[in-house]
Nanobody, 125 residues
Framework: QVQLVESGGGLVQAGGSLRLTCAAS????????MAWFRQAPGKEREFVAA????????YYADSVKGRFTISRDNAKNTVYLQMNSLKPEDTAVYYC??????????????????WGQGTQVTVSS
């Protein structure tokens, strides 16, 4: 029912910024908790950030808190991840995810019902 498409990935130097966009289909987008995950080579997929249905609650991984900001625009069916002060350790494929059940247990990747195809973010040193 929900289709997610990420964009905005690319190559950036350490200390730079990048904004990822996740475009969602359907009229029920505003009812979904949204999240960003990432997976680096040789590592498991890890939680990055999540935002509740109306954007009133957000969660961040400790590794990105203070540098990344998740936001959403339900009128446009989009969710964003603004990434500042990027580090080489941020290099990964970034995935957008959606869950109709709410933001409870937001850090668990198994919670989410829909996933985008991923977008590559590479941060050079």
């Amino acid at each position: 029912q929900v289709q997610l498409v990420e964009s905005g990935g690319g190559l950036v130097q350490a200390g730079g910024s990048l904004r990822l966009t996740c475009a969602a289909s359907g009229r029920t987008f505003s009812n979904y908790a949204m999240a960003w995950f990432r997976q680096a080579p040789g590592k498991e997929r890890e939680f990055v950030a999540a935002i509740s249905w109306r954007g009133r609650t957000t969660y961040y991984a400790d590794s990105v808190k203070g540098r990344f900001t998740i936001s959403r625009d339900n009128a446009k069916n989009t969710v964003y991840l603004q990434m500042n002060s990027l580090k080489p350790e941020d290099t990964a494929v970034y995935y957008c995810a959606a869950d109709s059940k709410g933001i409870w247990n937001a850090r668990s990747d198994t919670k989410y019902e829909y996933w985008g195809q991923g977008t590559q973010v590479t941060v050079s040193s």
